[in-house]
C-alpha cells in the first residue's frame, strides 16, 4: 500500500470524510453496545432473582416437614427456565433436600451460598444463593445455577443491527465526501494539469480557467499572472538563443567541413599516421590505419608512450627527436599492443602545432613483402635441395631399375632369339633370372609407393592381436636362405620372456622387421646377423625391444640420423656395391612412429650396426609370458597347416554370388577340392537355400541385388543358423573387415579370389569349429585372412599406365587345358565386353556412380577369372569415381579399353563353344 503523502488530494478529501465518520460511528457503537451488555445481565439477575423468590417463599413449609416428593415436585417449576441448569434445596444442616434435575448429584452447599448472593462465574454461568425463612428463622438454603446463552444471542442480534447502521451511514458518507471533494479536488488537478502540459510542450500561453472567488480561485488567478511574466521572458531568451545559435552553427559547420576533410585524406591513405609529442614521446592522435597496424583501438594507443610500445627504442634515444637523425623510407619494426612485431617502411618528420613541438610519423606494413622474400629464399633453398635429392634418386634409380631390367629384356630376347633350340632345364634357369629380376623391381616400386603413401598419410594401420614370436620367427625363417647363400648366420633368440600376444599390425610389423633384417645381410660380407628380443615390462605401458644386429660395414657417427631421411645412404660410394633405393630405413623407422614405437641406430664403421626398434605391446593384462625357446626357427602351427592344398572332401558349401563366371570358377575350384557346391544368384535365394538345407560353410558375396550380402548374412544371424559364413567382397579397405564381422560374418576374403588362400581359409574354417553349424560362428577373426594382407600391402599396384611392354593378346592365368576352366573364360569374355562398354556409355554421360559400381564389378570379376591386369586399374577407377576425379578417369577407361581388346583365349586350346 503506497503512503498516505502520495494519495491523489481526491483520495485524500475522500479518505478524511470516511475517516471521521468511521470513527465516531466506532465509538458510538462500542458505547452502545456495552451499556446494552451490562442492562441485559442487570435484567437477567433481576428476573432469576424473582423466580428463586418466589420458589424460597413456596418450599418453606417443605424445609419444616423435609418432604422430600413435594420439594422435587417444587423445582421442576423451573422448566419454565431454559436457561437454568440445575438447582437444589439444602436443609439448615446443609444436607441436600431435593435437586433438579432429579438425577443431579451436588456436594455438600458451597461457603459462598451461605448469605443471600448472585454472582457471574468464570465459565459465562449465573449462581444465585437465597435463604427460606419461616416467621423469621431459616429453615433453609434454595441454590440455582443457569447458563447465559440468551444473553449471547440477544447481544449478537444487537451488534448486527449496530454494525448494518454503521455500514449504511459509511455508505452514505462516502457518497456525501465524493459529491463534495470535487470542489477542493478539481480546481488543484486544472492546476496541476496546466502545469504538466506547460512543461511537456514548453508553450506559457496556456492559461488555467478560474471557476470560484475563494481561495483556489485566487491561487488559479495568480498562476496564470506568473505566467504571463515567464512568457514574456522565454521569448526574448529564445530570440537571443537563436541568433547565438546560428552563429556558433555556421562557425562549426565551417570547422567540421574542414576537419572531415583532412579526416578522409587520413583515412583514406594507405598507410600509419601518428601524431607524437616530440618532448615526451607520447602519441597525440592516430589514423584508423595505424590502429588496425598496432591491433587496438585508437583509445588505447593514444596517450602511451611510443618507445615502450610502438617503436623499438630506449627512452632519450628517439633517431628523430633524441639523436637527430633522419627517418625516411626506412625499414624498422613495429611493435604490436599483443607482443607481435611487423616489419613496415617508415618516415619521420618533426612538426609543430601552435608552438608545440610534434613528430608525423608515416609507415606502411611490408610484411608480405618480407615473407614473399623469405618465401623466394626457401623455395630457391629448396628446389636445391630436391635437385640434389632428385639427382640422387634418379641416379640410384638408374642404376637400380636397369640392373633388373636389363637382366629381363636380356633374358627375354636369349629366349626369344633361341626359341625350340633352347633345352628344359636352361629355359627354367632362364625364366627362373627373369622372375626373380622381376621380384626384386617391384620391392623397388613397393619401396617407393609405401613411401608416397606414408608421406600423403594414407597408410592404414590395423590394430589386433598378434603373437610377436610367431612374426619374428617367419621373418628369420624366410630370410635364413638369404643368409646362408651368403655364408652368413641369421640367429633369433630372446633375452626376457615375450608376452604370447601383442597388440600391433602384422603385417607392417613384419614389413619393419623384414627391411631391417634384409638390410643387415645385404650390408654384411661376413660373420653373422642376430635378431634379439626382449620385454620392457613397464607397468604404465610396456614395450617390446628388437634388436637386429650385424657384423657388416657399419655407419659413421655423423650419418645416424640422414640414413633416415628419403633418397639418402650412408655411403654414395660404398653402397652403390649393394644397390638400394634409400627408402627402406625411412619407411622402417615411419611404420615404427605409426606402431607407437621408434627405431633407433648405434654403429661402428667395420664392426657393424645395432638397429633398435622399440613398439608398444598394448595392455598386457592376462596375456601369458612365454619363456624364451630352445630354439630360434620355431614355427607355429597355423604356418604349418599352410603347406600343401587341404583337401575339402565331404565339406558341404553354399555359393552365394551373382557373378555368372564368378560363380561356376569357384565353384569348379571348390569342387576339385571335394567339397560339395550349392549355388545361389543372391542373397534371397541364399537364405532360402540356407535355412531349408544344412551345410557346413556358407561363402556370401557381399554386394548382391535384391539382397545383398550384408543383410543375408544379418537376416541368418537372427534365425539362429551359426554356420560359419566366409565374406567375398572386392572391397580391402580399412573397415570393411569389420563391418563384414558386424553382419554376422566369420571370415573375409577379397576379390579377386586367389583359389589357394580360399581352399586354406575354408579349411581352417572347418577345423575351427565342428561341421554342421554347431558354434561355428566362433571362429578366430584371422582364420579369413585377407588376400592381399601380406608385409607387401598394394605391392602390385602401379601410379601410371599398365605395363605395355608386351602389347601381345592378354592370356587367363587359369588353366584353360581344362574344359571347364576354358567354358569360364569363354562365357566372361563377352560379358567383360559389355561392361567395358556400359563403362564408357557412363563416363559419355558423367554417370560417377554407375562407373564405380562397374569398376567394383570389374576388380573383383576380371581378376578372379585370370585377368589380373585389369585389377588395379579397375580400383584406381573406383577410387577416382568416388572422389570425383573427373580429369583423370577418362585414362583409365582408355586403358582398361585397350586392355579389353587384348583379351583373348589362349590358342592351341580347343574352344568348348565349338
Known amino acids: 500500500m503506497r503512503s498516505i503523502r502520495h494519495w491523489s488530494i481526491k483520495s485524500k478529501l475522500i479518505g478524511l470524510s470516511l475517516a471521521s465518520v468511521g470513527v465516531a460511528l466506532a465509538l458510538s457503537a462500542v458505547g452502545v453496545t456495552v451499556n446494552e451488555h451490562y442492562t441485559m445481565r442487570a435484567f437477567k439477575v433481576e428476573a432469576l432473582t424473582s423466580q428463586a423468590e418466589m420458589l424460597a417463599f413456596n418450599s418453606t413449609g417443605v424445609l419444616s416437614f423435609k418432604d422430600v416428593p413435594a420439594a422435587k415436585k417444587l423445582l421442576t417449576s423451573l422448566q419454565s427456565q431454559p436457561t437454568v441448569q440445575f438447582a437444589c ?82 455508505v452514505v458518507s462516502l457518497l456525501f465526501a465524493h459529491r463534495l471533494q470535487r470542489s477542493i479536488s478539481d480546481p488543484i488537478m486544472r492546476l496541476a494539469t496546466t502545469a504538466t502540459e506547460i512543461s511537456a510542450q514548453g508553450d506559457y500561453s496556456i492559461r488555467v480557467k478560474q471557476q470560484s472567488t475563494d481561495e483556489l480561485g485566487v ?34 559547420t565551417e570547422l567540421r567541413e574542414s576537419e572531415n576533410r583532412l579526416k578522409t585524406i587520413i583515412s583514406r591513405l594507405p598507410a600509419g599516421i601518428l601524431l607524437i609529442d616530440a618532448k615526451d614521446h607520447t602519441i597525440v592522435d592516430a589514423n584508423p590505419v595505424a590502429c588496425k597496424m598496432i591491433g587496438a583501438t585508437e583509445e588505447r594507443v593514444v596517450g602511451q608512450p611510443c618507445h615502450a610500445f610502438i617503436c623499438p627504442a630506449e627512452r632519450g634515444r628517439c633517431p628523430v627527436g633524441d639523436l637527430g637523425e633522419k627517418v625516411d623510407n626506412a625499414e624498422r619494426l613495429l611493435l604490436k599492443f599483443d607482443g607481435g612485431q611487423m616489419p613496415v617502411l617508415k618516415t619521420v618528420v618533426p612538426m609543430a602545432i601552435k608552438d608545440r613541438r610534434l613528430l608525423l610519423e608515416v609507415f606502411i606494413d611490408i610484411s608480405e613483402r618480407k615473407r614473399a622474400e623469405s618465401e623466394i629464399v626457401r623455395a630457391k633453398e629448396a628446389a636445391e635441395a630436391a635437385n640434389v635429392a632428385k639427382s640422387r634418386f634418379l641416379a640410384n634409380m638408374s642404376h637400380e631399375i636397369r640392373t633388373p631390367m636389363n637382366a629381363i629384356i636380356g633374358f627375354t630376347d636369349l629366349l626369344r632369339k633361341m626359341g625350340s633350340q633352347c633345352d628344359e632345364v636352361t629355359r627354367e634357369d632362364y625364366l627362373e633370372t627373369i622372375h626373380a629380376s622381376g621380384q626384386h623391381l617391384l620391392s623397388l616400386i613397393n619401396d617407393i609407393l609405401d613411401l608416397s603413401k606414408i608421406e600423403a598419410d594414407r597408410m592404414e594401420v590395423e590394430q589386433v592381436r598378434s603373437s ?15 643368409a646362408l647363400e651368403k655364408g652368413l648366420t641369421l640367429d633369433y633368440q630372446w633375452l626376457t620372456g615375450l608376452p604370447e600376444t601383442i597388440v600391433t599390425d602384422p603385417a607392417r610389423f613384419r614389413q619393419l622387421l623384414m627391411n631391417l633384417v634384409s638390410n643387415a645381410i645385404k650390408f654384411t660380407r661376413k660373420g653373422e646377423v642376430k635378431v634379439l628380443a626382449k620385454l620392457v615390462p613397464d607397468p604404465a605401458e610396456p614395450r617390446l625391444v628388437i634388436q637386429v644386429c650385424d657384423t ?105 554370388e551373382d557373378g555368372n563366371s564368378n560363380r561356376k570358377l569357384i565353384s569348379l575350384v571348390l569342387r576339385d577340392s571335394g567339397a560339395e557346391v550349392t549355388t545361389a544368384e543372391n542373397g534371397q535365394i541364399g537364405v532360402d537355400l540356407a535355412l531349408g538345407n544344412p551345410f557346413d560353410i556358407i561363402l556370401m558375396d557381399m554386394q548382391m541385388p535384391v539382397m545383398d550380402g550384408y543383410a543375408a548374412a544379418s537376416l541368418l544371424r537372427q534365425r539362429g543358423l551359426t554356420v560359419p559364413i566366409i565374406a567375398l567382397t572386392a572391397h580391402a579397405m580399412k573397415g570393411d573387415r569389420q563391418k563384414c564381422e558386424a553382419a554376422g560374418c566369420s571370415g573375409y576374403v577379397t576379390k579377386p579370389v586367389d583359389a589357394d588362400l580360399l581352399i586354406h581359409t575354408i579349411a581352417r574354417t572347418r577345423d575351427a569349429a565342428p561341421t554342421g553349424g554347431s558354434g561355428a560362428n566362433n571362429a578366430q577373426p584371422d582364420s579369413a ?53 556400359a563403362i564408357q556409355d557412363a563416363l559419355d554421360h558423367d554417370d560417377l556412380p554407375e562407373i564405380g559400381r562397374l569398376a567394383h564389378w570389374l576388380k573383383g570379376a576380371a581378376g578372379t577369372v585370370g585377368f589380373p591386369a585389369f585389377t588395379q586399374p579397375a580400383k584406381r577407377l573406383g577410387t577416382l569415381a568416388k572422389d570425383q576425379q573427373c580429369d583423370q578417369i577418362e585414362a583409365i577407361v582408355a586403358e582398361l579399353l585397350e586392355l579389353g581388346q587384348r583379351v583373348a583365349v589362349r590358342p592351341n586350346e580347343p574352344s568348348v563353344a565349338s
Not at 446443609?94 to 457471574?120: E, I, M
Not at 441454590?143 to 449496530?162: G, K, P
Not at 496564470?224 to 556558433?248: I, P, W
Not at 602401379?798 to 576354358?822: A, F, H, V, W
Request: charged share 25%.
Open 89 to 170: 434445596l439444602y436443609d439448615t444442616d446443609g444436607r441436600v433436600l431435593a435437586t433438579y434435575p432429579a438425577d443431579f448429584k451436588p456436594d455438600r452447599l458451597p461457603k459462598s451460598t451461605q448469605t443471600n448472593s448472585s454472582r457471574f462465574i468464570g465459565s459465562g454461568e449465573l449462581e444465585l444463593v437465597r435463604n427460606v425463612v419461616d416467621r423469621g428463622e431459616q429453615v433453609g438454603t434454595l441454590f440455582i445455577r443457569a447458563n447465559v446463552s440468551d444473553l449471547h444471542r440477544q447481544m449478537f442480534a444487537y451488534i448486527r443491527i449496530v454494525l448494518a447502521v454503521s455500514t449504511v451511514a459509511l
Open 552 to 656: 657388416g660395414i657399419g655407419i659413421p657417427a655423423e650419418k645416424f640420423e640422414a640414413i633416415f631421411d628419403p633418397f639418402v645412404q650412408a655411403d654414395t660410394s660404398v653402397t652403390r656395391q649393394f644397390g638400394g633405393t634409400g627408402l627402406g630405413l625411412t619407411i622402417c623407422r615411419r611404420i615404427a612412429h605409426t606402431l607407437g614405437g621408434t627405431l633407433d641406430v648405434s654403429s661402428q664403421v667395420g664392426i657393424g650396426s645395432t638397429f633398435t626398434v622399440t613398439l608398444s605391446t598394448g595392455p598386457l593384462d592376462n596375456v601369458t609370458i612365454l619363456a624364451a625357446p630352445s630354439a630360434d626357427g620355431m614355427r607355429t602351427v597355423r604356418r604349418q597347416a599352410q603347406k600343401g592344398t587341404p583337401s575339402l572332401t565331404g565339406i558341404r558349401v553354399l555359393l552365394v
Open 219 to 252: 491561487l488559479c488567478a495568480e498562476f496564470n499572472r506568473m505566467l504571463d511574466r515567464v512568457d514574456t521572458s522565454d521569448k526574448a531568451l529564445k530570440r537571443a538563443h537563436d541568433d547565438l545559435e546560428d552563429r556558433v552553427l555556421a562557425r562549426t
Open 468 to 482: 610377436p614370436h610367431e612374426m619374428i620367427s617367419e621373418v628369420t625363417s624366410v630370410l635364413r636362405v638369404k
Open 785 to 837: 585372412p585377407l588376400a592381399n594382407d601380406l608385409a607387401d600391402g598394394d605391392a602390385n599396384t602401379s601410379s601410371g599406365r599398365s605395363d605395355r611392354s608386351k602389347e601381345g593378346p592378354l592370356y587367363s592365368t587359369l588353366p584353360t587345358d581344362n574344359p571347364n576352366y576354358l567354358a569360364i573364360v569363354e562365357e566372361f569374355i563377352p560379358r567383360l565386353q559389355e561392361q567395358l562398354s
